[in-house]
Each structure stands twice: as C-alpha cells, then as structure tokens.
C-alpha cells in the first residue's frame, strides 16, 4: 500500500477538523465532558477500528483523548488512515 506525502495527507484531511499530520501520523486530541465520556469514546474508536483490521494509538488523560494513525506495515500514513479518521470523527459527532 503505498503512503502518502505529509502534503498529501493534509490535504486528504484538510475537511477534518483538527487533525494534523505529526511525527509520521495523522493525529487528533479531543477533549471531553468526563472520564467516562472519554472511555466511552475509545470504545466507539474500538469498535469502527475493529471493523476496519485498522488499529490506532490511543492515549487517555481524564478527559483529553489523542488519536494517532499511521499503518505500521507500510511504514507511514495511508488511505487507510484518512478512512479510519474520518470514521473517528463520525463518531465523536454522535457524543452527548
């Protein structure tokens, strides 16, 4: 599969608001109303990753959860990353 440039994958995300490309990935914090709302997300992202065979870097802190991408076996950012994050922001459109 092959990986996109960080300019291409700005732009493939540039709708997205805000993720970034970072270090190699294409990233995103999202900050939520509690710790439980923040579990809650992970286990939105779980499911839709799970579906995809596609699996993230999560991290939690409280409330604050960061989103990392990129596919490992093609040693850098691909379609299948942009897919994945637009997945994750569907699902945090549907957070209370």
Excluded: C, Q
């Amino acid at each position: 599969m092959p990986t996109l440039t960080d300019a291409d994958a700005r732009s493939a995300i540039s709708d997205l608001p805000g993720w970034e490309v970072a270090d190699g990935h294409l990233a995103r914090e999202y900050v939520l109303k509690s710790f439980l709302e923040a579990i809650a997300f992970i286990n939105r992202i779980a499911e839709r990753a799970e579906a995809a065979d596609h699996h993230p870097d999560l991290e939690i802190s409280y409330d604050h959860v960061r989103v990392r991408l990129r596919t490992h076996s093609a040693d850098g950012i691909t379609h299948r990353d942009v897919a994945l994050a637009r997945e994750i922001e569907a699902t945090a459109g549907t957070l209370p």
